[in-house]
């Protein structure tokens, strides 16, 4: 049963509407850390889990003690966690979420390294037979990045379902990509979709909206099947993408908005992401290292 409660605003003059969200014209920059710190107290349905501290990236090993540190910050905020990985530390994640009470969406990472896929299905099946995982994500993104053939990612889809007989089993791309790839959707039995306005260009005052067509979209795509927003987000800094503007500020309105929306349609939603990671600056730019809503010192932001 996933995590849920009606939201009430405290403070006055944070007017919310469907489709475009809060009125933030009323609201002082500090009125507004309130509010984003208030939301956060709240709780949110689910968080994705941020491995890595600062000279740390994928490829290096995590160690138990850091995965239960980072677990304990954000452990009175979220009811679920999501992880990216099977190996290298990422199994800890799982685990310890289990420890403390918080639920699981586990993902195993594919890439066109066949070797480490095996390790990683694996690593997902031996985690899901300890009891650690409610919902698996066989690959992030692969029909994106082009590593795999369909067919290829559809025989991991149906080892990992029938080796798992009763636990959910999803695969995470971008919204899109279960219009365009009808057999993934068909094999899927919950839609995990990523959807993020800020790497469309959207501007912020029309991110809500936009939001919630990406997940129409995806609920379209998947003809009644549950679809569960595995990443949404917006960096506190790092530069612009056209009509998207990295900033603190519009970084604290779009998690308000995607967190009062989701509580009130009931929709489940994992936001992106838990601490920033400075690996990241690679292929996403300066933009990459600032998506958290705890910086890469594990304080939150504000």
């Known amino acids: ?14 007017d919310y509407t469907e489709n475009v969200g809060v009125d933030f014209s009323k609201l002082s920059t500090k009125k507004l850390e309130k509010l984003w710190r208030e939301t956060l107290e709240k709780g949110m349905h689910g968080l994705c889990f941020s491995m890595y501290e600062d000279g740390q ?3 290096d090993v995590i160690t ?3 995965v239960k540190r980072r677990m304990q910050i954000i452990k009175p905020y979220t009811k679920w966690v999501r992880s990216f990985s099977c190996v290298e530390g990422n199994e800890h994640i799982a685990r310890i979420a289990h420890q403390n009470g918080i639920k699981t969406l586990v993902g195993a990472w594919l890439g066109d390294d066949l070797d480490m896929n095996e390790d990683e299905i694996e690593g997902l099946i031996a985690l ?3 009891g650690c995982v409610d919902i698996a994500a066989v690959g992030n993104e692969v029909m994106y990045r082009g590593d795999l053939t369909e067919d290829q990612l559809l025989e991991y889809i149906n080892r990992v379902k029938e080796a798992l007989p009763g636990i959910p089993v999803g695969y995470v791309d971008a919204y899109y990509e ?4 009808p057999r993934i959707t068909e094999a899927c039995d919950v839609i995990l979709a990523n959807c993020y306005p800020y790497w469309e260009g959207c501007s912020i005052e029309h991110s809500l909206n936009h939001m919630q067509q990406m997940y129409g979209q995806a609920s379209d795509a998947g003809r009644g099947k549950k679809v569960i927003i595995t990443e949404t987000g917006w960096p506190s800094e790092g530069g612009s993408l056209r009509g998207a503007v990295s900033s603190a500020e519009n970084a604290m309105k779009y998690f308000v908005n995607s967190q009062v929306w989701s509580s009130k349609s009931n929709i489940e939603m994992f936001y992106f992401s838990s601490f920033d990671e400075s690996w990241k600056v690679g292929a996403e730019g300066d933009v990459g290292a600032y998506w ?6 594990e304080k939150l932001k504000f």
């Open 178 to 181: 279960f219009s365009h790839r």
């Open 292 to 297: 958290g809503l705890w910086d890469k010192h």
């Open 64 to 66: 138990e003690e850091q």
């Open 128 to 130: 899901a037979k300890e």
């Open 1 to 14: 049963m996933s995590y849920r409660r009606e939201y009430h605003y405290t403070l006055e003059g944070a």
């Open 57 to 59: 990236k994928p490829g």
